[in-house]
């Protein structure tokens, strides 16, 4: 019973989170401006904003002492962080104009598969304990979702579809709402993390009766 509210407590909480999401997305493209959707702007920030909370809650999970995996969140908040780094593109290339947005991330890309190849054993067995939880699969899809979007967001996908109804400001619009909603899916299975592993030390059984 306990678990039946749980699971229908963060269905609920999760839609009106992406209610507020889409509310915000709604309210920010009203000022009818492109740049909100370009570089540096609202939605690229929205972006960058989950993606740092996600990789902070992996990186809390990682380091409780009671933690069920310890390299695999680690593994996935890398991940996470190499994303943040790509949507900070545009300043990248502004402060650091030789090497660019490049140079960290192939840095941190190096990291990553050195964590994994020396803690190889551990990853592929928190992996394989982890592929069929909520957290897995949302993140997943959420990647899933991102990659989709930056495909059918690409002028070689639209521009012979819409002929001369294309503009690039469709395609900016198209690729960052998709972004958008895939990093919120990446979110929503941080917490999912986060939750099951409160759900099963107890820490929510006084809210859930």
């Not at 300043?91 to 660019?100: E, R, T």
Request: charged share 15%.
């Amino acid at each position: 019973m306990k678990s039946n509210q749980a699971l229908i407590f963060r269905v609920v909480f999760y839609t009106v989170l992406l209610i507020c999401l889409c509310g915000v997305l709604n309210y920010i493209a009203s000022s009818g401006d492109i740049a909100v959707f370009k570089e540096s702007g609202p939605v690229e920030w929205m972006q960058f904003s989950l993606l740092g909370l996600s990789a902070a809650v992996c990186l809390r999970m990682a380091g409780r002492r009671n933690s069920q995996a310890r390299i695999f969140p680690i593994v996935a908040a890398g991940i996470l962080v190499i994303a943040m780094v790509r949507e900070c593109d545009s300043l990248l290339k502004h402060y650091l104009p030789v090497l660019s947005w490049k140079f960290p991330i192939f840095c941190l890309s190096v990291g990553v598969l050195l964590i994994i190849f020396y803690k190889r054993h551990v990853f592929f067995d928190e992996l394989v304990a982890h592929i069929l939880t909520p957290f897995f699969s949302l993140m997943w899809a959420g990647f899933a979702v991102v990659v989709f979007g930056q495909m059918i967001g690409h002028g070689d996908f639209l521009e012979p579809v819409l002929c001369s109804h294309y503009t690039r400001a469709f395609k900016r619009i198209l690729e960052e709402c998709f972004e958008l909603i895939g990093y919120f899916l990446i979110f929503v299975g941080s917490i999912e993390f986060w939750w099951e592993a409160e759900l099963k030390q107890g820490g929510f059984d006084k809210h859930i009766d």
